[in-house]
T-cell receptor
Framework: ETGVTQSPTHLIKTRGQQVTLRCSSQ?????VSWYQQALGQGPQFIFQ???????GRGNFPPRFSGLQFPNYSSELNVNALELDDSALYLC?????????????FGQGTRLTVV | GENVEQHPSTLSVQEGDSAVIKCTYS??????FPWYKQELGKGPQLIID?????GEKKDQRIAVTLNKTAKHFSLHITETQPEDSAVYFC???????????FGTGTRLQVFP
């Protein structure tokens, strides 16, 4: 186990709704990255948060937004859900800076948009 | 843009045989190359990684090689076991906490 936990594990939403996904990073990690993994594909980078600030963003529209809290846990928010947003959403935590570490992934949240 | 190509998409081997998965990356600034194993219903699990100042790294039955000039890196699994069956992803990034660019995955099946 990586120590990275995500909630919920599964979620069904209707097109046009909004969703919030949560991630608790591994103890001691200060960086959280979010990825979207469509069925049969590799994960695609959404954005990264480092010490509560967005630190890089992939090719995703502004309706994908995030937060990182002082305890380094994080949220991914998606507004105006579309059918194509159906995917496994993964978060990964790491330690950036002195003694930096590799990224460790949570088990993911499976989002289905109907 | 940044891209990682991965081959083959599926690989079936007999237990005890070797398996090789190959990746090619486009960003010449990439310096960190991890490999992840993803089992059904789980998140990717880091199994081995290599940095650009090293040409080869081995950990028991798993080895990774890197050719930075050709922008190729490969995963080698020897003496495969049924529990090695999973989807394997290669990835590339500029450093180990940077965004990862993933390949499209290889579904490995090891038959007893």
């Amino acid at each position: 186990e990586t120590g990275v936990t995500q909630s919920p594990t599964h979620l069904i939403k209707t097109r046009g709704q909004q969703v919030t996904l949560r991630c608790s990073s591994q103890s001691g990690h200060n960086t959280v990255s979010w990825y979207q993994q469509a069925l049969g594909q590799g994960p695609q980078f959404i954005f990264q948060y480092y010490r509560e600030e967005e630190n890089g963003r992939g090719n995703f529209p502004p309706r994908f937004s995030g937060l990182q809290f002082p305890n380094y846990s994080s949220e991914l928010n998606v507004n105006a859900l579309e059918l194509d947003d159906s995917a496994l959403y993964l978060c990964a935590s790491s330690l950036a800076g002195h003694g930096n570490t590799e990224a460790f992934f949570g088990q993911g949240t499976r989002l289905t948009v109907v | 843009g940044e891209n990682v190509e991965q081959h083959p998409s599926t690989l079936s081997v007999q237990e005890g045989d070797s398996a090789v998965i190959k990746c090619t990356y486009s960003d010449s600034a990439s310096n960190y190359f991890p490999w992840y194993k993803q089992e059904l219903g789980k998140g990717p699990q880091l199994i081995i990684d290599i940095r650009s100042n090293v040409g080869e790294k081995k950990d028991q039955r798993i080895a990774v090689t890197l050719n930075k000039t050709a922008k190729h890196f490969s995963l080698h699994i020897t003496e495969t076991q049924p529990e090695d069956s999973a989807v394997y992803f290669c990835a590339a990034s500029r450093y180990n906490t940077d965004k990862l660019i993933f390949g499209t995955g290889t579904r490995l099946q090891v038959f007893p």
